[in-house]
């Protein structure tokens, strides 16, 4: 069984990989979702032709402006789409080191018991721990993965209607990651590794 919680630890190894690289992309997005939101702001101020002041005797400037705003936005709209994909590669990594970690256990040579997946060995942590982290993990990347997705989905709606208060609760939304506390995979990572850490 120990040596079969070293495999586990190696899976582990790379979710912590993965982890490093979600909190790159989440701070890109968050990046991303600022500046469409202000883009999508200042599309309301753009089409009013009274804001253009001396400005109003240029022919086209109005619609000049504003299809400079619109290609602006819509690079922006392409880049968050690129780090949803990131994002979603994440997952579907996670998904195939749960998947692999199931397999260690359910095709090995040696098929664990019941009480042998709860034994555990020193500070080890049980078979069951690993997968239990490994699932848990996956899940709520998963679930984080489709709110950013569906969150993304409505400022690209919002273009067409915006509101800043609605801009404001969906950035809110954003930055919270409501599915994903930090210090739960820190706390699954620390248990998967306590004789590092000893």
Not at 30 to 58: E, H, M, T, W
Not at 60 to 82: C, H, R, T
Not at 101 to 110: A, D, E, P, Y
């Amino acid at each position: 069984m120990e040596a079969m919680v070293k495999k586990y630890q190696q899976k582990f190894r790379k979710v912590r990989d993965e982890m490093s690289r979600w909190d790159e992309l989440q701070s890109r997005l968050l990046s991303q979702f600022g500046n469409a939101s202000s883009v999508i702001g200042r599309l309301q101020v753009i089409q009013d032709p009274k804001n253009y002041g001396a400005l109003k005797c240029v022919g086209g400037i109005k619609d000049a402006v504003l299809k400079k705003q619109m290609e602006s936005l819509e690079n922006i709209l392409l880049s968050m789409k690129k780090t949803l994909e990131e994002l979603h590669g994440i997952v579907s990594s996670l998904e195939k080191i749960f998947r692999e970690g199931r397999q260690l256990v359910k095709g090995g040579s040696i098929k664990p018991t019941l009480k042998q997946l709860h034994q555990r060995v020193g500070i080890k942590p049980t078979l069951a721990d690993c997968l239990d982290g490994l699932s848990l993990i996956h899940e709520m990347h998963q679930a984080e993965y489709i709110l950013k997705s569906s969150v993304i989905s409505a400022l690209s709606a919002l273009t067409l209607k915006p509101s800043a208060s609605d801009l404001g609760a969906l950035q809110q939304l954003l930055v919270d990651q409501p599915n994903i506390p930090k210090e739960e995979v820190q706390y699954i990572l620390d248990i998967i590794f306590a004789e590092e850490i000893c």
